[in-house]
């Protein structure tokens, strides 16, 4: 993924090897494009902003695809763990270098550093096909989903787009990936489909719950788990600190 005019520019050892090689631009609707099973060769050497909101883009919508940044000498003062990562090269790095890098890669199946677990843990599914996260919950054997304990009144595939898009929360869907998945292969409709059965599962979520329903620019949609209110969080750390010095 990369701006260069010549690509071949950016890792020229990479073309003396037998790997199969797709470029992209470097954008977000580039992640869309990428085939499973693929290790990203990021050009980060003249651009490392964008670079880095890139990395974030990608651990946020729950893509395993490796990275593998391309950096020059000096870049190796900015990035760190927090990138999510998992190697990095120098731009004139030999074959056999490169070669190597991807091997290690490629055997560890590496994730992310630093991702987390816990998105995916909130939309597990109950042996009684209950989805919980935070006040709502969907009922995959009753084609159900309520808030607060009250049902919320869903078309059937208002219902089969939320608890999709529940069950994997934070990840990133594109218009033509959910219309694949919810709608199925014969469906002849546009994307506009799914934008129309967005925006209607967002009013009956109410205004206070429409956020769980994000938009990625450019991208698509995700579900995003309610996080705890700072009121409860600041009443659990004043609980485990005990009482103070003047009580």
């Known amino acids: 993924m990369t701006f260069a005019n010549d690509p071949a ?41 964008t670079a880095k909101t890139l990395c974030r883009l990608i651990h946020a919508s729950g893509l395993s695809t490796p990275i593998v940044l391309i950096l020059t000498e000096g870049g190796f003062t900015v990035v760190n763990s927090q990138w999510g990562i998992a190697d990095v090269v120098v731009a004139s790095a030999s074959p056999a270098e490169v070669e190597g890098r991807l091997r290690l890669v490629s055997e560890r199946g590496n994730n992310p550093i630093g991702a987390a677990s816990g998105a995916d843990e909130i939309g597990v599914q109950n042996e009684d096909g209950l989805i919980r996260s935070g006040d709502l919950v969907v009922d995959t054997n009753g084609y159900t989903a309520s808030l607060h304990g009250h049902p ?63 938009t990625v620019r450019n991208v698509g949609y995700r579900f995003d788990p309610p996080e705890e209110e700072e009121g409860e969080a600041a009443a659990k750390n004043a609980a485990a600190q005990g009482p103070s010095d003047k009580d």
Do not use: C
């Open 152 to 214: 919320i009144d869903l078309a059937y595939k208002e219902f089969e787009l939320l608890k999709y898009l529940v069950q994997h929360p934070g990840r990133v869907f594109t218009r033509a990936q959910l219309l694949q998945e919810v709608w199925g292969y014969d469906y002849y409709g546009g994307t506009r489909t799914v934008d129309v059965h967005i925006r209607r599962l967002r009013a009956k979520l109410g205004g206070e719950y429409e956020h769980l329903i994000g």
């Open 9 to 49: 520019t950016v890792l020229p050892s990479l073309a003396l090897l037998s790997h199969r090689v797709r470029v992209l631009p470097m954008d977000a609707a580039s992640l869309v494009k990428m085939p499973e099973n693929t290790i990203l060769f990021l050009d980060a050497r003249d651009d490392l902003a």
